[in-house]
């Protein structure tokens, strides 16, 4: 090769390899960040009262709290996992979702506009509550959104954990089909745990 022609291909040669480099580099980080879990603390063993009396009627097989940061794009497929399963099981499961604002937020905020507030307000058996400075979600081990603890008829804890494999990807999960064995009676004798994928609850909102 001419030597002219050399010396225009090796700074695109040098140029060529630092970009797989990076792209590479920026890869294994995307990974790692998908596929990184949240911190949390174990969950109340029974639901509490003051929680159960928001709904009405009879106990029901599963009982889910999610706790949801109003900005974490992650939350979007939990709550997409949410979904199809109170949908499935619309006479079996039922929900309630901490809905993480700052401490001093007032009742007429603009919080239930928000697309995830709207998104829960229409799922069957679904409702959503204010949580101020996260003190509710914290009192059920969850730091970050998308954090769940599911309870049997009887009010005990049989799952906590995340409902997604992975950050922002809805699909197949150890956590739903956990979820789902209880809300069709199935009795589980220990505590199902899996990782929960999301932002930090502490993370300031935009809304």
């Not at 063993?45 to 009405?56: N, V």
């Not at 009010?155 to 789902?180: E, K, V």
Request: glycine residues 8%; negative net charge; charged residues 20%.
């Amino acid at each position: 090769m001419p030597s002219r022609l050399k010396s225009i291909f090796r700074p695109f040669n040098l140029f060529l390899l630092l970009w797989v480099l990076s792209v590479g580099i920026g890869s294994v980080f995307m990974v790692r960040h998908q596929f990184t879990p949240g911190e949390s603390n174990p969950a109340p063993t029974k639901i509490p009262s003051d929680l159960a009396s928001y709904f009405q009627g009879e106990d029901c097989p599963l009982t889910v709290v999610i706790s949801v940061h109003p900005d974490c794009p992650c939350t979007s497929a939990s709550l997409e996992q949410l979904d199809r399963l109170l949908t499935h099981f619309p006479n079996s499961s039922r929900a309630i979702a901490f809905f993480s604002v700052e401490e001093d937020a007032a009742e007429d905020s603009n919080y239930q506009s928000n697309d995830y507030w709207q998104r829960i307000d229409k799922m069957p058996n679904a409702i959503s509550i204010m949580d101020r400075g996260g003190k509710l979600a914290h009192e059920f081990g969850a730091f970050v959104s998308g954090s769940v603890a599911g309870y049997d008829q009887s009010g005990t804890l049989r799952f906590q954990g995340g409902i997604t494999a992975s950050r922002g990807h809805a699909g197949p999960s150890l956590g739903l089909d956990a979820l789902a064995e209880i809300a069709s009676g199935k009795n589980l004798s220990e505590v199902k745990t899996t990782a929960t994928f999301g932002c930090s609850l502490m993370e300031e909102s935009d809304s």
